[in-house]
């Protein structure tokens, strides 16, 4: 089992920045990708980036592309989400989550492990 347990949410104004930090335990598997989606109230959850622990390049949703970053220690086990720029369209419940393949995919029933989530509220 992979727990996942994000943190880092909180309330911004638009414009501002937070960093989402995502603590990785139990069995892990130097192969798998790691993402963050996020679910805005009455939508669907909704691919934001993803990167593998095998390094390579990371993949964006184009709604996201330029503001947000993602990145991972290996050493610490966690996966970081930078987001600057923040807009009041980006406030959701962000979550990890964590697949048993290296192929880095946007469809969120392809991932196995997932947080709780976090909340990011943006004002505008």
């Known amino acids: 089992q992979v727990q996942l347990v994000e943190s880092g949410g909180g309330l911004v104004q638009a414009g501002g920045s937070l960093r989402l930090s995502c603590a990785v335990s139990?069995?892990?598997?130097?192969?798998?990708?790691m993402a963050w989606f996020r679910q805005a109230p009455g939508k669907e959850r909704e691919f934001v980036a993803a990167v593998r622990w095998s390094g390579g390049s990371p993949a964006y949703a184009d709604s996201v592309k330029g503001r947000f970053t993602i990145s991972r220690d290996n050493a610490k086990n966690r996966v970081y989400l930078q987001m600057n720029s923040l807009k009041p369209e980006d406030t959701a419940v962000y979550y990890c989550?964590?697949?048993?393949?290296?192929?880095?995919?946007?469809?969120?029933?392809?991932?196995?492990?997932w947080g709780q989530g976090t909340q990011v509220t943006v004002s505008p």
């Open positions: 139990g069995r892990t598997f130097s192969n798998n990708a």
């Open positions: 989550a964590a697949r048993t393949n290296v192929i880095i995919v946007v469809t969120p029933r392809s991932y196995d492990y």
